[in-house]
Every structure is written in structure tokens, then in C-alpha cells.
């Protein structure tokens, strides 16, 4: 069973769409994030999340939001791609105790 | 704020070579810190930890020791196959107020060569 799942694996859209990747746990995990991985390979948390409480990177465009559904879903939504959004996005997900975070396979996200 | 600052790459060894990847950090208070492994294609896989200072994190033949003295954590590994290559990424963590959020250094690329 995978621990951490995210839909699409690859993504291609224009300039100016909405897109969406979604993102499962079924570890039971309290705790979910998103990261984007830039071309040289840094990653940068995005947002975190549980059920009481979203934390977001200043630095994250306003046009990047989350949606939870339920505990074991986080959702990443992207209004008005730019190119610049062209990246790798990992979600993951940790017991709000744990320091370890379990990562999905990642979502490549390329922008035209 | 925190930082992690690892060694550039790339690293390239030839099978059976030691490794060493340095990392070194910056933070308030007692940070946990974590190697995390990335293989080509895939996520990113915890490869050791360590929460306080002096703990030695082990996998796979891989070590590193949280030197606090030193703000290091450096990866270790005695003797690397062809199946090590892959990124490496030195990170860190707190408890609290940023929700454990994992700060990143910038990832090491290891290649070994047969």
C-alpha cells in the first residue's frame, strides 16, 4: 500500500490555467504539507496543515491554495499559472508529534 | 531564522569509496535533524535521524552524529555502491509553532561509479 499518494504524477498546461493536484495519506497522519521542489532541486515548504490550524509560507503566492477535504486529503489548487510555477510539488504528512514526514512521488508540474 | 547549508556537488566515488557529506546548521534551541534520500524518479525516503545532541542516527550503513558543539551532522558512509547514487538533503525541524516544517539545505548529488 502506498503511504503517501499524489495525482497527477506529471502536469502540462498553459499560462493562465487552474490546476489541481491531489494528495492522499493513509497513515493516519495528523499533519500534511506541501513542498515545491524548484529545477535545482531545492525545496521550500509551501504550507502545513491538520485539522485545527494552516500555516502558510509568506512567501507563497496568494494564487496557491489548500483544500482538505478530510484528515487524510490535501489538496493543492492553482489559479492563473505563471511560467515561473514550472516545479516539482511533494506533498507529505506526519503525526503532529512526529518529526518524521512521509513523502508522496511527487508531482511535475511544467507550465508552457 | 533557521538554515541548512550542505556541502555543493556533485559528488562522484568510485564503488567501495568512503563518503562523507557535510552539513552544518543554524538554528534556535535543540533542532531535530534528518538525511533524507532521493533516488532518481522518486519522493524523498528519511534515510536516518537524530533529536538531541550526541545521538547517532544509522541506516543502511549510513551515520551521521548530531555534534551540537559544531552544528553538524554530517553523512557517513564507509563504503558506497553503485545503488547509493542518488540526492542527498540535510534538514532540520522544530516542534511547535511551524508545525515541525522540515528546513532544507539545497541536496548533494552523489553518483558512484562501478
Known amino acids: 500500500d502506498t503511504a503517501v499518494s499524489q495525482t497527477p504524477k506529471y502536469l502540462v498546461t498553459q499560462m493562465g490555467n487552474d490546476k489541481s493536484i491531489k494528495c492522499e495519506q493513509n497513515l493516519g497522519h495528523d499533519t500534511m504539507y506541501w513542498y515545491k521542489q524548484d529545477s535545482k532541486k531545492f525545496l521550500k515548504i509551501m504550507f502545513s496543515?491538520?485539522?485545527?490550524?494552516?500555516?502558510i509560507n509568506e512567501t507563497v503566492p496568494n494564487r496557491f491554495s489548500p483544500k482538505s477535504p478530510d484528515k487524510a486529503h490535501l489538496n493543492l489548487h492553482i489559479n492563473s499559472l505563471e511560467l515561473g510555477d514550472s516545479a516539482v510539488y511533494f506533498c507529505?504528512?506526519?503525526?503532529?508529534?512526529?518529526?518524521?514526514?512521509?513523502f508522496g512521488p511527487g508531482t511535475r508540474l511544467t507550465v508552457t | 531564522g533557521d538554515s541548512v547549508t550542505q556541502m555543493e556537488g556533485p559528488v562522484t566515488l568510485s564503488e567501495e569509496a568512503f563518503l562523507t557529506i557535510n552539513c552544518t546548521y543554524t538554528?534556535?534551541?535543540?533542532?531535530?535533524l534528518f538525511w533524507y534520500v532521493q533516488y532518481p524518479g522518486e519522493g524523498l525516503q528519511l534515510l536516518l535521524k537524530?533529536?538531541?545532541?550526541?545521538d547517532k542516527g544509522s541506516n543502511k550503513g549510513f551515520e551521521a552524529t548530531y555534534r551540537k558543539e559544531t552544528t553538524s551532522f554530517h553523512l557517513e558512509k564507509g563504503s558506497v555502491q553503485v545503488s547509493d547514487s542518488a540526492v542527498y538533503f540535510c534538514?532540520?525541524?522544530?516542534?511547535?509553532?511551524?508545525?515541525?516544517?522540515?528546513?532544507f539545505g539545497k541536496g548533494t548529488k552523489l553518483s558512484v561509479k562501478p
Open positions: 537524530a533529536t538531541k545532541a550526541d
Open positions: 496543515y491538520n485539522n485545527k490550524e494552516l500555516i
Open positions: 538554528a534556535t534551541g535543540y533542532p531535530s
Open positions: 507529505a504528512s506526519s503525526q503532529v508529534q512526529s518529526y518524521e514526514q512521509y
Open positions: 534538514a532540520l525541524t522544530h516542534y511547535g509553532g511551524s508545525q515541525g516544517n522540515l528546513i
